[in-house]
T-cell receptor
Framework: SQKIEQNSEALNIQEGKTATLTCNYTNYSPAYLQWYRQDPGRGPVFLLL?????KEKRKERLKVTFDTTLKQSLFHITASQPADSATYLC?????????FGAGTILRVKS | DAGVIQSPRHEVTEMGQEVTLRCKPISGHDYLFWYRQTMMRGLELLIY????????DSGMPEDRFSAKMPNASFSTLKIQPSEPRDSAVYFCASSLAGGAGGSPLHFGNGTRLTVT
């Protein structure tokens, strides 16, 4: 079955720096991958989708890359702010389902 | 757009009791998903519906769990009898198209279930 790995430890960075989160997967080749943000006590919120034929996608301060050879997606937040502190989840398409990684906690300190 | 609405937000019950979680998806969304989130296992898909029909319930842990979608605007997840290991946050999500179509999921804010 498919396996998704995200940074298991929290990522602590200074305000203004670029945060980079990693999502690795095995045993599958998804047609696309999605990234979500989750705040405490809330449901995940969709951020970006990237398809297998796209190398990079941008939205404001967010950038996602998708390397189907390495089976890896990188999620970047540039000029990070304390308000970006949250858990970030990657999700892979698997048929009609989305399979989620465990998430990475990001803490941005001012 | 009111978003996906789940109730109750919190549920505390004793082992052996029946628990019913409720979900109202976004109007016009054809797909509805039930997920469970725990620290140990993360976000797991339990079951999903397309046009009110259950399509894949392979994630439902046991026969104690059942889900229904009697119409396009309402779904329930029932646990009977409940056990302490069922304690988790249960999320409902809806989308315009299924995963194959790339539609993002819209999640509710979940029901935190505690079984003592």
């Amino acid at each position: 079955s498919q396996k998704i790995e995200q940074n298991s430890e929290a990522l602590n960075i200074q305000e203004g720096k670029t945060a980079t989160l990693t999502c690795n997967y095995t045993n599958y080749s998804p047609a696309y991958l999605q990234w979500y943000r989750q705040d405490p006590g809330r449901g995940p919120v969709f951020l970006l989708l990237i398809r297998e034929n796209e190398k990079e996608k941008r939205k404001e301060r967010l950038k996602v890359t998708f390397d189907t050879t390495l089976k890896q997606s990188l999620f970047h937040i540039t000029a990070s702010q304390p308000a970006d502190s949250a858990t970030y989840l990657c999700a892979l398409q698997y048929g009609n389902k989305l399979v989620f990684g465990a998430g990475t906690i990001l803490r941005v300190k001012s | 757009d009111a978003g996906v609405i789940q109730s109750p937000r919190h549920e505390v019950t004793e082992m052996g009791q029946e628990v019913t979680l409720r979900c109202k998806p976004i109007s016009g969304h054809d797909y509805l998903f039930w997920y469970r989130q725990t620290m140990m296992r993360g976000l797991e898909l339990l079951i999903y519906f397309n046009n009110n029909v259950p399509i894949d319930d392979s994630g439902m842990p046991e026969d104690r769990f059942s889900a229904k979608m009697p119409n396009a605007s309402f779904s329930t997840l029932k646990i009977q009898p409940s056990e302490p290991r069922d304690s988790a946050v249960y999320f409902c999500a809806s989308s315009l198209a299924g995963g194959a179509g790339g539609s993002p999921l819209h999640f509710g804010n979940g029901t935190r279930l505690t079984v003592t």
